[in-house]
Structures are given as structure tokens and as C-alpha cells.
């Protein structure tokens, strides 16, 4: 299990083995994020990764720059905090 931190609120959610992805993690906890696709495709649910290091379930089709994940497609490998 691991904590999710969103900085600009400081609201923190727990990412649990069940939630197959980081997006399914955040809405589980009624946090709302934009996404389109849910596969890595569009680039909706682009956020900043602040600190911590996240696992990808599958490669990102979308383009994203250095520091930022697509929760879409990921999970937290451990403790992070993201900007949203």
C-alpha cells in the first residue's frame, strides 16, 4: 500500500494492490481527474510528479515531459506526491 500525496491540497489517498492503476486509486478516493482514454494514448490525465517513483503498467503513447506521469497507466511504487 502506498500514500498518495496531492500538493496542492495536501489531501492523501491510499494506493492499494486492488486499484489497478494510479487513476483507479484517485477515484476510488472521489478525487477528480481528467481522462479521455485510460491507456496512455491521450495525455488527459497528464500530472507533475513531485517526489517519489512510480511502476508503468505500459509504456505512454502520449507525450510527456521529464517529471511528469500519466496516473492513467501507472502505480506508485511506494510513497509520492503529485501536483493536481
Same mark, same amino acid.
Given at each position: 500500500?502506498? /500514500?498518495?500525496?496531492?500538493?496542492? %491540497?495536501?489531501?492523501?489517498? +491510499?494506493?492499494?494492490?486492488?486499484?489497478?492503476? =494510479?487513476l483507479?486509486? &484517485?477515484?476510488?478516493?472521489?478525487?477528480?481527474?481528467?481522462?479521455?482514454? /485510460?491507456?496512455?494514448?491521450?495525455? %488527459?490525465?497528464?500530472?507533475? +510528479?513531485?517526489?517519489g517513483?512510480?511502476?508503468? =503498467?505500459?509504456?505512454? &503513447?502520449?507525450?510527456?515531459?521529464?517529471?511528469?506521469?500519466?496516473?492513467?497507466?501507472?502505480?506508485?511504487?511506494?510513497?509520492?506526491?503529485?501536483?493536481?
Amino acid at each position: 500500500m502506498s /500514500r498518495v500525496t496531492l500538493s496542492l %491540497s495536501g489531501t492523501e489517498v +491510499l494506493c492499494r494492490e486492488e486499484h489497478p492503476s =494510479l487513476l483507479v486509486a &484517485l477515484e476510488a478516493h472521489q478525487v477528480e481527474v481528467e481522462y479521455q482514454c /485510460r491507456s496512455g494514448y491521450c495525455g %488527459s490525465c497528464r500530472c507533475r +510528479l513531485v517526489a517519489g517513483q512510480v511502476d508503468w =503498467l505500459t509504456e505512454p &503513447l502520449a507525450f510527456i515531459n521529464e517529471g511528469e506521469i500519466l496516473p492513467c497507466c501507472c502505480r506508485a511504487k511506494g510513497d509520492i506526491e503529485i501536483e493536481m
